[in-house]
């Protein structure tokens, strides 16, 4: 597993400003994200120059990477996201969001 150097788990958005969920996407993790400090948010956007980390597509956004592997690519779902972090983390946070 790649996390960072604090032990974190690793959740990379890449986004373009021209994508049209894109800010829906970051907003929604963000926001649901906030209270787990187990995990490192990472907004890497593509339109503002940011570097794409190494073995990353930057043709589809939003793509949403985890601990190096590919979870979503022009779509997402809270819902099954929780599910999957929950178990890397054994935090369950949704009824926070909600």
């Known amino acids: 597993m790649n996390k960072s150097f604090d032990g974190k788990i690793i959740v990379q958005l890449i986004k373009r400003d021209s994508?049209?969920?894109?800010s829906s996407v970051q907003n929604q993790l963000q926001k649901y994200l906030k209270e787990i400090d187990t995990v490192d948010l990472q907004v890497i956007n593509l339109d503002r120059g940011d570097l794409l980390p190494p073995k990353r597509q930057c043709y589809i956004t939003p793509a949403i990477?985890?601990?190096d592997r590919l979870w979503y690519l022009g779509?997402?779902?809270?819902?099954r996201f929780e599910e999957k972090i929950?178990?890397?983390?054994?935090?369950?946070?949704?009824?926070?969001?909600?």
Do not use: A, H, P
């Not at 994508?19 to 894109?22: D, E, H, M």
């Not at 779509?75 to 819902?79: Q, S, T, W």
């Open 19 to 22: 994508c049209r969920i894109c």
């Open 65 to 67: 990477w985890v601990e």
């Open 75 to 79: 779509g997402f779902d809270l819902n």
């Open 86 to 98: 929950s178990k890397l983390t054994g935090i369950s946070q949704l009824n926070i969001y909600n």
